[in-house]
């Protein structure tokens, strides 16, 4: 079992910038490959990026694409997503998740999941 704690998240004005950090404790990270995602309220969870065990494998969502960066620090246990450009549609709970197998697109594929971690995104 792994248990994950997202951190960094606040408000934060359009255009600028906030890192979130998503570490792990019980079993070692690099065991799986990790998520992010995004639940609006009222909406469906989604997803927003994924990085592969090793890091050498990365996705994004169109929506974050150039915005948004995923990575992970093996040996601190912890992945982070970096958020540029914020704009108001991006608040939003941010959670981190992590899968052994399984579509990295769909949120019934990872295994664990953080608390969450609360953006908000003024006008």
């Known amino acids: 079992q792994v248990q994950l704690v997202e951190s960094g998240g606040g408000l934060v004005q359009a255009g600028g910038s906030l890192r979130l950090s998503c570490t792990a404790s019980?079993?070692?990270?690099?065991?799986?490959?990790m998520g992010w995602f995004l639940q609006a309220p009222g909406k469906e969870r989604e997803f927003v990026a994924s990085?592969?065990?090793?890091?050498?494998?990365?996705y994004y969502a169109d929506s974050v694409k150039g915005r948004f960066t995923i990575s992970r620090d093996n040996a601190r246990n912890t992945v982070y997503l970096q958020m540029t450009m914020l704009k108001p549609e991006d608040t939003a709970v941010y959670y981190c998740?992590?899968?052994?197998?399984?579509?990295?697109?769909?949120?019934?594929?990872?295994?664990?999941w953080g608390q969450g971690t609360q953006v908000t995104v003024s006008s």
């Open positions: 998740a992590a899968r052994e197998a399984g579509s990295r697109y769909s949120p019934a594929a990872y295994d664990y």
């Open positions: 019980g079993r070692t990270l690099s065991s799986y490959a």
């Open positions: 990085i592969s065990r090793s890091a050498g494998i990365i």
